[in-house]
């Protein structure tokens, strides 16, 4: 079965610290891999995909076929990071299949 | 351009009774999902739409939900009777052809259900 692991619940971090969101996903061929945030009160939206290479409000994610890794990465924290965050694969049908996520906490 | 919207927000029911939800997704889109999303954990795949048809719908409790999206346009999704463990956030999202292959889903606000 295809799988999305995020092994945090919740990460803490201060403003201005390197933050990294780990996500490990079930080896199966070539994934697409898409990294979702939520903020508080609003919807479930797009952050960024692998295929792009691209960087969005300071956030990379680069693909590590070796670990089976998509671990989100910013250098500098800030505090409107703070929100909840989903790692997911694309599904054999287009759908997505989503990590359980990981809370992300920016203190000032 | 108008977002996915979906109604009623939230809904307070005791089991055994039913509920439905509505969901009408960004204009041109052909593909429509129903997410489950249980406190906690991440959104999972109920059904998932091409326009009218049903792609894949293999985790959805068919003995107690059901989903139809009849036009090809908005869609229902029905749970009957309701379990205790069905409370959850249902999470309706949609994506054009093309987006469905970049992985750009559009979700709407959602609707939390809590069976007593």
């Known amino acids: 079965a295809q799988r999305v692991t995020q092994p945090e619940k919740l990460l803490s971090v201060f403003k201005g610290a390197p933050v990294e969101l780990k996500c490990n996903y079930s080896?199966?061929?070539?994934?697409?891999l898409f990294w979702y945030v939520q903020y508080s009160r609003q919807r479930l939206q797009l952050l960024l995909r692998?295929?792009s290479r691209e960087s969005i409000k300071g956030f990379t994610a680069d693909l590590n076929k070796g670990e089976t890794s998509f671990h989100l990465k910013k250098p500098f924290a800030q505090e409107e990071d703070s929100a909840m965050y989903y790692c997911?694969?694309?599904?054999?049908?287009?759908?997505?299949?989503f990590g359980k996520g990981t809370k992300l906490s920016v203190k000032p | 351009e108008a977002g996915v919207a979906q109604s009623p927000r939230y809904k307070i029911i005791e089991k055994r009774q039913s509920v439905a939800f509505w969901c009408n997704p960004i204009?041109?889109?052909?593909?429509l999902y129903w997410y489950q999303q249980i406190l906690g954990q991440g959104p999972k795949l109920l059904i998932q739409?091409?326009?009218?048809?049903?792609?894949?719908d293999s985790q959805l409790p068919k003995d107690r939900f059901s989903a139809e999206r009849l036009k090809g346009v908005d869609s229902t999704l029905k749970i009957q009777p309701a379990k205790l463990e069905d409370s959850a956030v249902y999470l309706c999202?949609?994506?054009?052809?093309?987006?469905?292959?970049?992985?750009?889903?559009?979700f709407g606000e959602g609707s939390r259900l809590t069976v007593l």
């Open positions: 999202a949609s994506s054009s052809f093309g987006g469905a292959n970049t992985g750009e889903l559009f």
């Open positions: 080896y199966s061929g070539s994934p697409e």
């Open positions: 692998h295929i």
């Open positions: 997911a694969r694309k599904g054999s049908q287009g759908n997505l299949i």
């Open positions: 204009s041109g889109h052909a593909t």
């Open positions: 739409f091409q326009n009218n048809g049903v792609v894949d």
